[in-house]
C-alpha cells in the first residue's frame, strides 16, 4: 500500500512539472499569436487599406491608401479596408417580374432563391440592386428605365471620411446620387425620343457625365452607364401604337404615291421608245427600199451597157470574120475545112445530115448559095 501511494504522488509531480514546462513553452506562443491578431492587418490584392488612430495627437483617419500586404498596427490603431473591384448598383425589375410570371408559390420560391444565390456570388459589398427608375417625361408620361452604374472607389480615404467605413457609402451617397442624376437627365426627353436612339444614347452620354462629375467629388469615379431596357405606360403605349401606325400608313401613301409616279414616267418613257423604235424602222425601212431601187436600176443599167458592148462586139466580130473570109487567105482557110471535112466523111466520123448541113454553112461563108451562081475570081478570089 505504501508502495503504491509513492508511486502516485511521483506521477503526479510528474503530471505537474510537465504541465508547468508546457505553460512556460506556450506563454510565449500565445503572446506571439495575440500579439500579432491585435498588432498586425491584411489588405488583400482587391482591397484598398485606410488606417484610423483613436489614440494620441495626430487620432483620425491617416491621409494614406494602403495597398496589398501585411501591417503592423499599433494600440488604438485600426486597419480598414475597402473594395478596389468594379461596383454595380443595378435598377431593374428583373426580380418582380420573374416572380409575377411563376405559375405557383413553389416556382416563386425557386425565384427568390436563384435572386438570393445570385447576389451571394456578386458580392453584396460590390454588386447592389435595386427598383427600376421611373422617370416622367417633358411630355408627362412615366418611363420605366432598366439602368446599370459602373464605378470603382477612387479615394478610399476621402470615402471614409465622407461616409465612414463598411458600404454606408452605398445607401447615403451612391443610391440617391445615381437616381437624382439619371432621373432628371433622361426625364428632359419626351416619352417618344427613347425610341430614337441618337437621342437616347446622348442622354446617357449626358446622365453619364452629370454622374462621373459628382462621383467624382465624393471620392468615386464612374466607369460607364448602361440603359438595358425601357418600358412605357400601357395607355401611353397604345396611343403611340396608335400614333406610330397612322405615321406609317401616311408613309406608306406617299412612297405609293411616289411609286405611282414613278410608273406613269416610265409607261411614258416606254410609249415614246417604242414611238421613236417604230420611226427609226420607217426611216430604215424606206432607206433600204430606196438603196435597193437604187441597187436594181444600177444593175439593169450595167446589165443593158453590157448586153449593148457584147452586141456591139459580136457584130463587130462577125464584120471582122466576113472581112477575113473575103480576102485570099480566107477563101483558103475554107478550102481547108472542106478538105479536112472530106476526111472526116471518109473515115466516118460525120453523118450524111451532119455533112449536108456543113455544106451548106460553108457556102454561105464563100458567098454562094443552092442553086446559085459561081462567084466571079475577083469575089472567091485564086486558092493557090
Known amino acids: 500500500m505504501v508502495q503504491i501511494n509513492s508511486a502516485r504522488q511521483a506521477v503526479g509531480k510528474l503530471t505537474f512539472r510537465l504541465r508547468r514546462l508546457l505553460l512556460v513553452l506556450a506563454s510565449p506562443l500565445l503572446l506571439l499569436c495575440i500579439l500579432y491578431m491585435s498588432c498586425t492587418a491584411r489588405v488583400l490584392p482587391s482591397e484598398y487599406g485606410v488606417m484610423q488612430r483613436r489614440l494620441g495627437t495626430n487620432s483620425g483617419i491617416v491621409d494614406q491608401a494602403y495597398g496589398p500586404g501585411l501591417y503592423f498596427v499599433g494600440p ?47 458580392g453584396l459589398d460590390t454588386h447592389r440592386t435595386i427598383d427600376a427608375l421611373s422617370v416622367q417625361t417633358s411630355d408627362g408620361y412615366a ?8 464605378y470603382t472607389v477612387k479615394d478610399p480615404v476621402k470615402v471614409a471620411k ?4 463598411g458600404t454606408a ?13 439619371v432621373v432628371s ?10 425610341f430614337h436612339e441618337a437621342l437616347r444614347v446622348q442622354a446617357v452620354k449626358a446622365a453619364e457625365d452629370t454622374l462621373r462629375e459628382r462621383f467624382a467629388a465624393r471620392g468615386f469615379e464612374v466607369e460607364k452607364l448602361l440603359v438595358s431596357g425601357y418600358s412605357y405606360a400601357p395607355n401611353y403605349e397604345k396611343s403611340l401604337h396608335d400614333k406610330k401606325v ?23 418613257f416606254e410609249s415614246q421608245g417604242n414611238a421613236n423604235i417604230i420611226i427609226a424602222e420607217s426611216e430604215v425601212a424606206a432607206q433600204i427600199s430606196t438603196l435597193t431601187s437604187e441597187a436594181e436600176l444600177y444593175a439593169s443599167q450595167t446589165r443593158a451597157a453590157a448586153d449593148r458592148d457584147y452586141g456591139l462586139a459580136q457584130a463587130e466580130a462577125k464584120r471582122l470574120k466576113a472581112d477575113a473570109l473575103n480576102i485570099a487567105g480566107g477563101r483558103y482557110v475554107v478550102a481547108l475545112e472542106i478538105a479536112r471535112m472530106f476526111d472526116a466523111v471518109d473515115r466516118g466520123v460525120m453523118t450524111p445530115e451532119q455533112y449536108i448541113s456543113f455544106i451548106r454553112q460553108s457556102w454561105s461563108l464563100i458567098g454562094l448559095s443552092p442553086g446559085g451562081p459561081a462567084p466571079s475570081g475577083s469575089q472567091a478570089g485564086v486558092l493557090p
Open 246 to 268: 397612322a405615321v406609317q400608313l401616311t408613309e406608306k401613301n406617299r412612297k405609293q404615291s411616289l411609286v405611282n409616279e414613278e410608273r406613269a414616267k416610265l409607261q411614258q
Open 185 to 194: 437627365t433622361l426625364g428632359a426627353m419626351n416619352a417618344e425620343a427613347f
Open 76 to 122: 488604438g490603431t485600426t486597419l480598414y479596408t475597402f473594395p478596389r473591384t468594379l461596383h454595380i448598383l443595378e435598377a431593374s425589375n428583373d426580380r418582380q417580374e420573374a416572380e409575377h410570371k411563376a405559375p405557383n408559390p413553389a416556382v416563386v420560391r425557386k425565384v427568390d432563391a436563384y435572386f438570393d444565390d445570385r447576389m451571394r456570388l456578386l
Open 169 to 181: 457609402y452605398v445607401d447615403r451617397f451612391v443610391i440617391n446620387t445615381f437616381r437624382n442624376g
Open 143 to 150: 418611363v420605366i428605365a432598366e439602368v446599370v452604374l459602373l
Open 162 to 165: 465622407e461616409f465612414g467605413f
